[in-house]
């Protein structure tokens, strides 16, 4: 059973710090998604990466996977009150019909 | 945006009833999954389908079951119903990657309170 450690469990900050959150590993994936969802809502597709070493950036949010393909990172750069939400990483060991293994999440508040 | 709808948004119902949902898509996707998301466990597998018929479960399946007799449609049955039941549930289904792998794309959700 692979399993997907996310930290941290919950994060506060002020509008324009920066911040990270790491989805940790033993497992090796063929995948990881990352995801935000925002309360009553379904999680919201951000980013896939599937290269070792893979790092993608999204205006102000930078994602990297694992050399070792078993741990990801999300940045996110001055932060903003719309960021806020619940981040969610999921990892993929097959290529296709494959199933995911979710993190616990981190619930992000930022701050006005 | 995946195409993917489910019914009933919200439901109340009590324990001992059947009760159905119903995810639906509009892209003809192979696989299809449902999960259900709980505080402190994240989202969880119960049943995935990779086909018309074609079913399997997931790691928390017991008590569930689900059916998919079309493409676009498949249905998530809890016989009856508990209060340990009591969660959010979500559909959703996989699509390709241009480079190869593929990626899940999630339905709204639908609260169920099991009273």
């Known amino acids: 059973t692979q399993l997907l450690e996310q930290s941290p469990q919950f994060l506060s900050i002020q509008e324009g710090e920066n911040l990270t959150v790491y989805c940790n590993s033993s497992s090796v994936f063929s995948s990881l998604q990352w995801y935000r969802q925002e309360p009553g809502e379904g999680p919201v597709l951000l980013v896939t990466?599937?290269?070792?070493?893979e790092v993608k950036k999204l205006k102000r949010l930078t994602f990297q996977f694992g050399d070792a393909r078993k741990d990801s990172s999300l940045h996110i750069t001055a932060a903003q009150p719309g960021d806020t939400g619940l981040y969610l990483c999921a990892g993929s060991v097959g290529t296709s019909g494959s199933r995911l293994t979710f993190g616990e999440g981190t619930q992000l508040t930022v701050n006005p | 945006d995946a195409g993917i709808t489910q019914s009933p948004r919200h439901k109340v119902t009590e324990t001992g009833t059947p009760v159905t949902l119903r995810c639906h898509q509009t892209?003809?996707?192979?696989?299809m999954y449902w999960y259900r998301q709980d505080p402190g466990h994240g989202l969880r597998l119960i049943h995935y389908s990779y086909g018309v018929k074609d079913t399997d479960k997931g790691e928390v399946s017991d008590g569930y079951s689900v059916s998919r007799s079309k493409t676009e449609d498949f249905l998530l049955t809890l016989e009856s119903a508990t209060s340990s039941q009591t969660s959010v549930y979500f559909c959703a289904i996989a699509r390709g990657l241009a480079g190869g792998g593929e990626t899940q794309y999630f339905g709204p959700g639908t609260r169920l309170l099991v009273l």
């Open positions: 990466v599937v290269t070792g070493g």
């Open positions: 892209e003809n996707h192979r696989y």
